[in-house]
């Protein structure tokens, strides 16, 4: 088992920035991709970032705007977010996933998820 814990979320004007952090506990942390989905009213739950050891990559959307990261000492996941737009606003979760082959954008993929951190972006 892996336990998620978000945290960072908040409200913030169009142009600022955030940092969400998400601490691991429970299994190796090391052993599993990490990956932060959002979630906006009425809509379906999408990819914003993934990161494993050898690297990572951002949805198009948030390209250029969002970092993934993570400090394997410290067990959490990053997600620093700059020149937020109210189109980013939704509840952000981080998920954990012991995955085979490239690293996926795909929610059933992971095993382990979050409670989610409200990001609210006013224009």
């Known amino acids: 088992q892996v336990q998620l814990v978000e945290s960072g979320g908040g409200l913030v004007q169009a142009g600022g920035s955030l940092r969400l952090s998400c601490a691991a506990s429970?299994?190796?942390?090391?052993?599993?991709?990490m990956a932060w989905f959002r979630q906006a009213p009425g809509k379906e739950r999408e990819f914003v970032a993934g990161?494993?050891?050898?690297?990572?990559r951002t949805a198009d959307s948030v390209k250029g705007r969002f970092t993934i990261s993570r400090d394997y000492a410290k067990n959490t996941a990053y997600l620093q977010m700059n020149t937020l737009k109210p189109e980013d606003t939704g509840i952000y979760y981080c998920a954990a996933g012991a995955i085979l082959g490239p690293l996926t954008s795909r929610t059933a993929d992971y095993q382990y998820w979050g409670q989610g951190t409200q990001v609210t972006v006013s224009s």
């Open positions: 990161i494993r050891w050898n690297g990572g």
């Open positions: 429970g299994r190796t942390f090391s052993n599993y991709d």
